[in-house]
């Protein structure tokens, strides 16, 4: 695989301090010329001195050849252009395109091609996860040619990984998340330690929001301890686009996804399968691909009661849920199997009709805590970066109620520092997600996961607020 790590600071000794960064990662380094403030002759020249490994000019303004051509006097190896001009040489050229959507690419690069051009390069933009798949075709038709393809945008993210493994010339990642030089450009570190081929096996978690979810994370960590040919990637789905992700998965293929807010109901009639506690649950949070087959599980549940079944006795205990989305229901389901008395509290009563337990609004939560064992919070309220916010006041806790809150991110919450000020017993969302997560790797991996490994990803500084 050739990583090339664009170069996009706007003054010289920014550019210079990220050219000497990038040397320690980058097979290929790209001056994006376009972005410098003064790109001189002089500039260009300190530029590319810098620079240990080969080069390609891009500038993407009007009188663009003047600099271009200082580029190739400075030593550039390659400049990149969208238009082929007499006055360029054309060993030296990248005729690249950029696209707003994915048409059928075979003809464009047959006449791209036909310029003479030394390397072309097709981008166009995933509107679809499937988009990824007429890239990596047209990567397949052309094992021998000197092409570079891959899809921008977040949908496109997966064809960045697995491009150079279909013959792409290289890939491109950023220095920094404020460095890209294109949406959906992955971190050009990730990149060069997640080297795949065409045999790596992909997971990933979708939902909508995702930039906060640690599976990627956790389930890289733990693949990387095993040794494991797998790469995780987190998906931004939106509902509209489930028939769109598992179309992927099935044709890519993905050999498993985790499943979060708010798909984890409307993904089931979507599957080929699902397995029997799931159904029971009405929920699923994981979906194994079996030689296209989709088949939906729900490991939420063991997430769930272990944590609690480790603190108190639940027969008989009286549990108080927060939300009426998946993971409440794997909590009912859980609660009620172990004898517990089960109530679930929600902002719309008409999206709890079909728990199988007693409802009522949160407007109930003052009267109902009084007389509850356990409180559980399975809404997003609290997650980062909302960190401020909580469900419940703290005049409303009292001393000897378990409080379990779902959120994972940050650490704790402020309902679980409410709750210790109150000194009540607090679960933090770690030990739900570890447990469903080991539960997920299993599946995926048919191994057992390194607990301590994902505990130590989630309790590092990066995560533990």
Do not use: W
């Not at 003479?116 to 996860?129: D, E, L, S, Y």
């Not at 075709?137 to 945008?153: R, S, V």
């Not at 993971?327 to 929600?346: C, D, N």
């Not at 005049?395 to 000194?423: E, I, S, W």
Request: proline content about 6%; some cysteine; aromatic content about 6%.
């Amino acid at each position: 695989m050739r990583l090339c790590v664009p170069i996009t600071a706007r003054t010289l000794p920014e550019a210079l301090d990220d050219i000497r960064e990038a040397n320690k990662v980058a097979d290929l380094i790209e001056l994006r010329l376009d972005y410098l403030d003064t790109p001189s002759p002089e500039n260009i020249q300190k530029l590319i001195d810098v620079c240990d490994k080969p080069v390609i000019a891009t500038y993407r303004k009007d009188n663009a050849i003047p600099i271009l051509k200082s580029a190739l006097d400075a030593g550039a190896d390659y400049i990149d252009v969208e238009e082929i001009t007499p006055e360029l040489p054309l060993d030296r050229c990248i005729y690249s395109v950029h696209l707003k959507d994915t048409p059928p690419l075979e003809e464009m690069y047959r006449s791209m091609k036909a310029s003479g051009a030394a390397i072309i390069k097709i981008v166009p933009t995933a509107n679809t996860f499937m988009d990824n798949l007429a890239v990596l075709n047209l990567l397949e038709q052309c094992p021998e040619d000197q092409l570079i393809a891959f899809c921008m945008g977040e949908k496109g993210v997966i064809s960045r990984y697995f491009a150079p493994a279909h013959g792409s010339f290289c890939t491109f990642g950023a220095l920094s998340k404020s460095k890209e030089s294109a949406p959906g450009q992955p971190l050009a570190i990730h990149l060069k330690k997640r080297k795949v081929n065409q045999k790596t096996s992909v997971c990933g978690v979708i939902g909508d929001p995702i930039a906060q979810s640690l599976s990627p994370a956790i389930h890289q960590a733990a693949y990387e301890k095993d040794g494991l040919d797998f790469l995780f990637l987190p998906f931004h789905v939106k509902k509209e686009e489930l028939s769109d992700i598992l179309n992927f998965m099935r044709q890519f293929p993905l050999k498993g996804l985790a499943v979060t807010i708010p798909h984890k109901e409307a993904v089931i009639p979507l599957l080929d399968e699902v397995d029997e506690e799931a159904q029971s649950i009405g929920a699923v949070n994981t979906i194994v691909n079996d030689k296209g087959k989709l088949k939906g599980y729900n490991t939420d549940i063991i997430g769930a009661v272990k944590p609690l079944k480790k603190r108190i006795d639940l027969k008989g205990k009286r549990a108080l849920i927060l939300g009426g989305g998946g993971a409440a229901k794997a909590f009912v389901y859980g609660l009620q199997k172990e004898g517990a008395e089960v109530k679930v509290l929600g902002r719309n009563p008409d999206k709890l009709k079909n728990l199988n337990c007693q409802t009522g609004t949160l407007e109930e939560l003052e009267n109902e805590l009084p007389h509850t064992d356990i409180l559980i919070q399975t809404t997003p309220v609290g997650m980062s970066p909302h960190i401020d916010k909580t469900l419940v006041p703290t005049d409303f806790l009292h001393k000897g109620l378990l409080v379990f809150d779902c959120v994972y991110n940050p650490l704790k919450t402020r309902l679980l520092k409410d709750a210790q000020a109150k000194r009540c017993e607090t679960i933090s969302g770690l030990e739900m997600f570890i447990g469903q997560a080991c539960k997920q790797y299993k599946l995926f991996t048919g191994q057992t996961a390194d607990v301590e490994v994902m505990r130590g990803v989630m309790l590092s500084d990066r995560f533990a607020q």
